[in-house]
T-cell receptor
Framework: GAVVSQHPSWVICKSGTSVKIECRSLDFQATTMFWYRQFPKQSLMLMATSNEGSKATYEQGVEKDKFLINHASLTLSTLTVTSAHPEDSSFYIC????????????????FGAGSRLTVL | GDSVTQMEGPVTLSEEAFLTINCTYTATGYPSLFWYVQYPGEGLQLLLKATKADDKGSNKGFEATYRKETTSFHLEKGSVQVSDSAVYFCALSGKGGGNKLTFGTGTQLKVEL
């Protein structure tokens, strides 16, 4: 149980185009999802917290207009990289808190397999 | 701010060897500490966690002890198997930070026959 699915797993696009990545919770409802970005040989960096029915909360330094996040339902959050450029090439990973797993203020998170974006 | 430092990989071991992956952290207060594992082609999975000093998390033969005095949470396993080959991430969740995790860079483990 508690599976998060990401799609697509990899995408190649031309510079200037927009790319949408979907994150779905398959067997549970996720009021909150998290989007991470990972550069080669670096940590996962939290980009934003996606809240169902409201605006996403972005981390410092993350461009809101570049990385559009929509959490329209309790099982789907989308990340759209707008006007993508080669420097946006990265591995994007989403996660969601597993309901009922709060421990000392921190839920256990379940992660998607990630989406690798390559911008030419 | 919070940070996690873990040893660089790849770490290559023979089957049944002893494994240690070092992890140290910097955080205010008393964070919760986690080890996540990512098998090829899959998402990160929680391996074990510890929420207070001196707690020991354990799962699938892996162990890690929350050491406040050394701000460490080293991952150990007495006898690794080929199926343990994966990337291991140390992470912390700061108090009051809710579900926000700060990750280390990940350590790739390769276990050979």
């Amino acid at each position: 149980g508690a599976v998060v699915s990401q799609h697509p797993s990899w995408v190649i696009c031309k510079s200037g185009t927009s790319v949408k990545i979907e994150c779905r919770s398959l067997d549970f409802q996720a009021t909150t999802m998290f989007w991470y970005r990972q550069f080669p040989k670096q940590s996962l960096m939290l980009m934003a917290t996606s809240n169902e029915g409201s605006k996403a909360t972005y981390e410092q330094g993350v461009e809101k207009d570049k990385f559009l996040i929509n959490h329209a339902s309790l099982t789907l959050s989308t990340l759209t990289v707008t006007s993508a450029h080669p420097e946006d090439s990265s591995f994007y990973i989403c996660s969601a808190a597993i309901p009922g797993t709060v421990s000392s203020g921190a839920n256990v998170l379940t992660f998607g397999a990630g989406s690798r974006l390559t911008v030419l | 701010g919070d940070s996690v430092t873990q040893m660089e990989g790849p770490v290559t071991l023979s089957e049944e060897a002893f494994l240690t992956i070092n992890c140290t952290y910097t955080a205010t207060g008393y964070p919760s500490l986690f080890w996540y594992v990512q098998y090829p082609g899959e998402g990160l999975q929680l391996l074990l966690k510890a929420t207070k000093a001196d707690d020991k998390g354990s799962n699938k033969g892996f162990e890690a002890t929350y050491r406040k005095e050394t701000t460490s949470f080293h991952l150990e396993k007495g006898s690794v198997q080929v199926s343990d080959s994966a990337v291991y991430f140390c992470a912390l969740s700061g108090k009051g930070g809710g579900n926000k995790l700060t990750f280390g860079t990940g350590t790739q483990l390769k276990v050979e026959l």
